[in-house]
């Protein structure tokens, strides 16, 4: 069972903003979505989780039409975590990740248990008691995470689990990226299907199976990373003239610009 | 109306506030009858307001995201305002014996005025894709706006009777409390006091922002629309009864809030608590500052109120 988008076009005030787009995001497997900006990324990402309605195809989640699951069960099975958040009160980082736990009937005492442990995965535990308000970009969006983490965090019976983060690594420094990535992975392994929307080429190479290059609303290509990241296509899409050689360790292609 | 028996009434006022009815029967049974007919549904009301203003506050500035977010905001205190006033002008010398009813004209008045000015703030923010929370705070106080000029309109047009009774109610008076007026409003506030404790986790999830509480699984249009109206009808209901009292549903949540932090399974009922005490003590104090006179309560509330406010700020500029 997937996360697929068919034929989806998306006209919005008189802007094509996607146009016949088709992926699908594979339970188990970590898709990463690249491409310039206003391209269609983010625009693709809210019409994947039911933002946004498409102005013409279809996009289902498990094999049923996504608006036809019951908003509970549809957030039991996919946890999305936006780019910014508007959050301005003072919840503490354990409040700010049990909002998580709204769509289960697990009870306090388990909640409270994936919370901690939730908080713990992204490097945050130091923060459960502290405001979220005083905390700064990195750790704020730390805590975010570990809400949509904790929103997924069992499997779901329905069916399976995707997560869609919208550039998760953008407040993040070095240590962190990695961290999100390993996390991304191991969600991946446990066979959570993760659809991301990255900017930096190496990372997205490194960590995804499936690629999607973005161009202009349209598919500039897609598949796994040796195959779609040639030099040409960098050159055809971001205007950029780089090499592409090859991760001394893990073999993965390596941007050079 | 002597300092003795009103220093009864202000420990009956904490009595009733806590314990309900129990205190204030048995003081009956030792005082005169009036203090269980004047003074013990005035105390009621003034829990029963104070709750329902404070309560509705809490939920208002989590459903706009903003903490100095207000009832009067979404246009149901301009709107309940305008309905008053129109009430007095039209019927005049009518109002006086309607006053002798329980739900007396002008209380109609402000509850159909206050019901229509938020239908047509909601109307105006609600599209296709859903009620925007920006466009709506806009339209509130447009409305406001409106209301006002309306308001000074009709005070232009009146006489001076009629003018006197205009700005008494606008300061907010619990001082025609009945038992009638006290079962209706029992019958709002239990309502609201029922249904808001269902949308407490909603509303904790849309301070995230809307979308993030859809994908939360919350059906944010349907939780909103609901909130909305129970809003509608508490303040409506509160404006009818018991004048414009201000200051209780912006403040109340806003201290509340600073206290015990922003989750509203604990904010909303706690708001409701010191809402209705707020409420008893300022319309306590507002019988006996000036004996043998009356203040308005409104006036009073929100000179309790506000340096209560500035200090907490005060004291939360320290701390961080």
Not at chain 1, 190 to 198: A, F, K, T
């Amino acid at each position: 069972m997937t996360l697929r988008a068919e034929n989806i076009s998306l006209h919005l005030s008189g802007f094509d903003l996607l146009r016949n787009v088709s992926m699908q995001v594979e339970p188990g497997m970590v898709t990463a979505i690249v491409g310039p900006n206003g391209a269609g990324k983010s625009s693709l990402l809210r019409v994947l989780t039911g933002e946004l309605a498409a102005t013409k195809g279809d996009v289902t989640l498990n094999r049923h039409d996504l608006n036809h699951w019951p908003v509970e069960q549809k957030a039991q099975m996919l946890a999305v975590l936006p780019q910014h958040s508007l959050l301005n009160f003072p919840f503490t980082a354990n409040e700010v990740v049990g909002l998580g736990r709204i769509p289960h009937q697990t009870g306090t005492l388990k909640d409270a248990e994936i919370v901690a442990q939730a908080l713990t995965l992204v490097d945050a535990e130091y923060l459960q008691k502290r405001y979220y308000t005083q905390m700064s970009g990195g750790e704020k969006q730390r805590v975010q995470l570990a809400r949509v983490l904790a929103q997924i965090w069992l499997p779901c019976e329905t069916g399976d689990q995707f997560l869609v983060l919208d550039e998760p690594t953008a407040a993040f420094d070095l240590a962190h990226q990695q961290l999100t990535l390993d996390i991304v992975r191991q969600l991946a392994a446990r066979g959570v299907g993760v659809v991301m929307v990255l900017h930096d080429l190496n990372l997205a190479a490194r960590c995804a199976d499936n690629l999607v290059v973005f161009d202009g609303g349209l598919v500039a290509a897609q598949g796994a990373p040796e195959q779609v990241l040639t030099e040409q296509l960098i050159d055809q899409v971001f205007g950029v003239k780089a090499m592409i050689a090859r991760h001394p360790l893990t073999n993965k292609p390596l941007v050079i610009t | 109306m002597t300092v003795g028996t009103v220093s009864i009434s202000i420990a009956e006022a904490f009595g009733a506030a806590v314990a309900a009815v129990l205190p204030g029967s048995e003081i009956a049974g030792q005082t005169q009858v009036i203090l269980f007919d004047i003074r013990l549904p005035r105390i009621l009301l003034a829990v029963l307001v104070g709750a329902v203003l404070a309560s509705t506050g809490a939920v208002m500035q989590g459903l706009f995201r903003n903490p100095l977010a207000d009832p009067s905001l979404i246009g149901v205190s301009g709107g309940a305002s305008v309905g008053a006033s129109l009430m007095i002008v039209l019927a005049g010398g009518a109002v006086e014996s309607g006053m002798l009813m329980g739900l007396s004209l002008v209380a109609a008045g402000a509850f159909v005025g206050g019901f229509a000015a938020t239908l047509l703030v909601y109307r105006l923010a609600t599209s296709g894709i859903g009620t925007s929370v920006t466009t709506m705070l806009l339209a509130g106080i447009a409305i406001g706006a409106l209301a006002g000029a309306l308001n000074s309109l009709l005070s232009y047009f009146a006489d001076n009777d009629m003018l006197r009774q205009i700005s008494l109610w606008q300061m907010g008076n619990l001082s025609a409390a009945s038992w009638a007026k006290v079962s209706i409003m029992g019958l709002v506030a239990l309502i609201l006091l029922v249904r808001f404790p269902r949308d407490s986790s909603a509303l904790n999830a849309l301070l995230l922002g809307e979308s993030e509480a859809r994908h939360l699984g919350i059906d944010v249009q349907r939780v909103k629309r609901r909130l909305i109206v129970l809003t509608a009808l508490g303040v409506g209901v509160s404006v009818a009864l018991a004048g414009m009292v201000g200051f209780v549903g912006l403040v109340i949540p806003h201290v509340v809030r600073l206290l015990i932090g922003p989750d509203h399974r604990w904010l909303v009922p706690c708001s409701a608590l010191a809402g209705a005490i707020l409420l008893v003590v300022a319309d306590s104090l507002a019988r006996v500052v000036v004996l043998p006179a009356e203040l308005p309560t409104g006036i009073l509330t929100a000179l309790l109120g506000a340096p209560f406010f500035i200090a907490l700020l005060l004291q939360q500029r320290r701390e961080v």
